[in-house]
């Protein structure tokens, strides 16, 4: 057996806001992939926590879910809302994560996906053709946002007018921060997720009453596994479809437009070689790492990377991190339209909880780039962007934005 080290401990709590908020996140990580790719924090708001930064050792924890469990602890690094817990099945371990993703992910197939491809296309064209030209407006508001909600509009068969609520629920669901902690918090937060769950109980009650389809409401309300959740598994398993086919994408796509604009000359090689469209939708998720973090719990005493880790410890697999390990992606920062192992990312996670809708969200993000080389746009920052304060999404809040034609 090798020599256990001592604990080296996280000289930055990587769970500050403020390195998401003022974008300061990259030298603290690249020094604990340098020195201490597993390190232990025994201070934070979220108590302690071990940090995994490098590509090998994120996939090797997810690889391994019985050892490192999404079920006895929370999947984010704060322990649910209020202390709380939402059982969904990202947050379940085999057998019954199985048994739940089985219901859901068919509802992927290729036969469902050609359909909201399709769907996808024209709702781009009809939102992007409404943009105005030559004035300034938020990318964020106009473009990222209406584009994801409008898919999960189409997702669940609601009216696009319901998009907004649908915001509000995926905001809340998917809130990290050390003030969410409260009994007060967690009032609101159930008084809006009854909403959502009454909302969606609607639509599922006229599932049960038609014969079962590919439908994702309709598989969950036929289906053994879950066709009689309670009512918290039913809001957590909404929250959870929500949340995930809403941040993902919608990071992304902001993302994309600070891609280009610092790398301009990657948009050029796009109108150059549009076949690199599909591998950069895959490079903005490497780049932007829409998802912070994930996190697990050790269900045994045991050992990773030389350290003793006692059951019950949190370890946060911060995939911000390893998607910029240059042992993995040589010149890590550079966002490459032809990078060559894009897709070894690890932005939809790895393993059994790898996004199950991970294929919608490249069909969107090509759709995007798409369209944005075929009007030969440039897409023109007008100022600072903002970005969420949250150590779990890695987004913006708002992005001022020109359109203007390429030279």
């Known amino acids: 057996m090798a020599t256990l080290l001592e604990r080296p401990a996280t000289p930055v709590d990587v769970s500050d806001n403020a390195l998401y908020t003022e974008h300061l996140w990259h030298a603290p990580f690249a020094e604990l992939r340098r020195s201490a790719p597993l390190s232990w924090r025994e201070d934070s708001p979220y108590g302690p926590y071990w940090s995994a930064t490098t590509h090998d050792l ?15 602890g929370n999947i984010t690094i704060q322990e649910g809302v209020a202390g709380h817990e939402f059982p969904n099945f990202i947050a379940m371990d085999p057998p019954r994560h199985t048994a739940q993703r089985r219901v859901v992910s068919p509802a992927f197939n290729p036969t469902s996906m050609a359909r909201l491809e399709e769907l996808v296309r ?5 939102l992007l053709d409404a943009l105005p030209q030559g004035e300034t407006f938020d990318w964020v508001e106009e473009v990222s946002i209406p584009l994801t ?3 999960l509009c189409i997702l669940f068969d609601m009216p696009f007018e319901d998009r907004h609520d649908i915001k509000t629920w995926s905001d809340m669901a998917s809130n990290v921060a050390p003030d969410t902690g409260s009994e007060e918090y967690y009032e609101r937060f159930m008084a809006e997720m009854g909403r959502m769950l009454a909302r969606f109980d609607e639509l599922m009650e006229e599932r049960r ?5 590919d439908d994702l409401l309709s598989r ?11 009512p918290m598994e039913r809001i957590a398993n909404i929250a959870l479809l929500i949340v995930g086919g809403n941040d993902t994408t919608r990071n992304s796509m902001s993302g994309l437009v600070d891609a280009f604009n610092r790398f301009p000359e990657e948009l050029d090689r796009l109108h150059a070689d549009p076949s690199l469209i599909p591998n950069t939708a895959q490079e903005i998720i490497r780049w932007q790492s829409p998802v912070t973090h994930m996190r697990r719990t050790a269900t045994k005493d045991t050992e990773l990377a030389g350290q003793r880790i006692a059951a019950g410890e949190k370890i946060v697999l911060w995939y911000i991190s390893a998607n910029r390990d240059e042992s993995v992606f040589p010149d890590a920062d550079r966002f490459d339209v032809g990078r060559a192992n894009a897709r070894r990312h690890l932005g939809f996670g790895h393993g059994i909880h790898r996004c199950v809708g991970a294929r919608l969200a490249e069909v969107q993000l090509v759709t995007l780039i798409e ?3 075929a009007r030969n746009w440039r897409i023109v920052p007008q100022g600072k962007p903002t970005r969420l304060a949250s150590p779990f999404l890695h987004g913006f809040t708002s992005m001022p934005v020109r359109l203007e034609q390429r030279g």
């Open 371 to 373: 369209e944005i080389v």
């Open 149 to 151: 909600m409008g898919m």
């Open 58 to 72: 994120v996939a090797e924890v997810e690889l391994d879910p019985a050892t490192w469990s999404s079920e006895l």
């Open 122 to 126: 024209a709702r781009s064209k009809q």
């Open 209 to 213: 009453n038609l014969p079962p389809s």
């Open 220 to 230: 969950m309300v036929h289906s053994e596994a879950m066709g009689n959740l309670t």
